[in-house]
């Protein structure tokens, strides 16, 4: 089976970069897989899990927010935030709670639809680790 | 003349000099190294960030209605200019370099009639722009406290100057920092965060992207983020410009204490030469006499 590139890489290292059979995205409009040969496409992303899966093996990962860049031959994942999901404790995904409450305050309209979406977002992140 | 009890004491002081040269040296020597993991680890980030910038400013560049972050608010009356520097000094000409292209830009923009602005990263820059455009300073960000510069510091840097911007501040945002070529040479850099400028990778046909949500979403959303990750490159580039610049400062400097280590001892060998052989003479003359 025809693999894809994966790249994750934050502003201040690259974290993961390996050969996949398919990756779970959190696509801001919607979850989606990506495999080989998939079409271009350049989509933020949502605060969620990310899924690596090749062959029997998954690793997940948590972001918190970026975008992902993905052609037929590789998947580059541009996150602010990203974590291995083990290392991910309960009091991490509450400080990001605090943090996106924190954004919702005094915003108005369309922008704090966005920080409200962004908090349900970070809330469901809870019962996903 | 000195005597010789003044020149072996100058002999003490420059040796200790030379030590504490000698020590910095390594020191940054070994920081240089982590700066320079840091710069390289923060790279591909970049690099991918600014090639998807390319994609879409180049996009919606000319188009109405495009983010005043790329368009720029149409005006070019106030400039804005972050200078980055160190926190601390003996590191050769890295301040002062940064300084003077800072000011000699300043200089120019005040000249052709426009305001200008300045906020400053890192206390060197602040203390040698001050005497001279004390009343444009905006503000200050200090980074003394900041062992390894992540990218929170430079994410607040940009928000900073991306909130002024929508406040209508300034029109033109341009950051100046030392870009790290190798440890003997760093080249202070002007670079324009708004409006924002991408340069676009070299002639790669990139494929047709879809984007989702629409384009106009992507580049508001990403926008702010590419500053950020323009401020992070700068600041990194100018850590590891930092340590180089240090480390061969500190190797002349070290140096340089050598050469006066060896002009001294041999003044001094002399001085004392001097000194036996006149008493020696006393001495003789003095058994002659008799």
Not at chain 1, 31 to 45: E, G, K, S
Not at chain 2, 26 to 40: C, D, G, P, Y
């Amino acid at each position: 089976m025809a693999t894809l590139q994966f790249d994750l890489v934050s502003p201040e290292r690259k974290l993961a970069s390996a050969e996949a059979d398919e990756i779970q995205i959190p696509g801001s409009e919607g979850d989606f897989t990506a495999m080989a040969d998939h079409a271009p496409v350049i989509t933020t992303l949502r605060p969620g899990v990310l899924r690596v899966i090749t062959g029997n093996d998954v690793t997940e990962y948590v972001v918190t927010g970026g975008f992902v860049e993905i052609s037929g031959t590789s998947a580059s994942v541009l996150a602010e935030q990203a974590m291995p999901k083990s290392e991910v404790s309960a009091d991490v995904v509450n400080e990001m709670i605090a943090a996106a409450e924190a954004a919702v305050q005094g915003l108005e309209g369309a922008e704090k639809d966005m920080a409200d979406k962004r908090l349900a977002d970070t809330k469901a992140l809870l019962d996903a680790i | 003349m000195p005597n010789l009890k003044d020149l072996k004491t100058r002999i003490e002081s420059v040796t200790s000099t030379r030590k504490i040269t000698k020590a910095m040296q390594m020191v940054s020597a070994a920081k240089l190294r982590r700066a320079q993991e840091a710069a390289e680890a923060g790279r591909p980030y970049a690099d991918r960030m600014n090639a998807v910038m390319a994609n879409l400013a180049g996009a919606s560049a000319g188009a109405e209605g495009a983010p005043k972050l790329l368009a720029g608010s149409g005006d070019d009356k106030v400039h804005m200019l972050v200078v980055a520097t160190a926190e601390r000094g003996l590191c050769g000409g890295f301040n002062s370099s940064i300084a003077k292209m800072a000011r000699a830009h300043a200089e120019k923009l005040i000249a052709a009639g426009k305001t200008v602005k300045i906020l400053t990263v890192g206390k060197k820059g602040r203390e040698q722009l001050k005497r001279d455009f004390g009343d444009r300073m905006v503000d200050h960000v200090d980074l003394s406290e900041v062992k390894k510069i992540g990218y929170v510091n430079a994410n607040s840097i940009a928000s900073d100057v991306v909130a002024r911007f929508n406040a209508g501040e300034f029109d033109v945002a341009t950051i100046f920092y030392n870009k790290f070529e190798s440890v003997i040479s760093q080249v202070p850099t002007a670079l324009q965060l708004i409006p924002a400028s991408f340069e676009t990778t070299d002639g790669e046909e990139s494929p047709f992207y879809e984007y989702e949500p629409g384009e106009d979403e992507i580049l508001a959303d990403l926008l702010p983020r590419a500053l950020s990750t323009q401020v992070f490159t700068a600041l990194l580039e100018n850590g590891a410009s930092e340590q180089g610049a240090r480390m061969s400062a500190m190797d002349n400097a070290t140096r340089n204490a050598g050469d006066m280590i060896d002009k001294l001892t041999i003044q001094y060998n002399r001085s004392r030469q001097a000194a036996i052989t006149n008493e020696l003479i006393e001495i003789i003359s003095g058994a002659e006499a008799l």
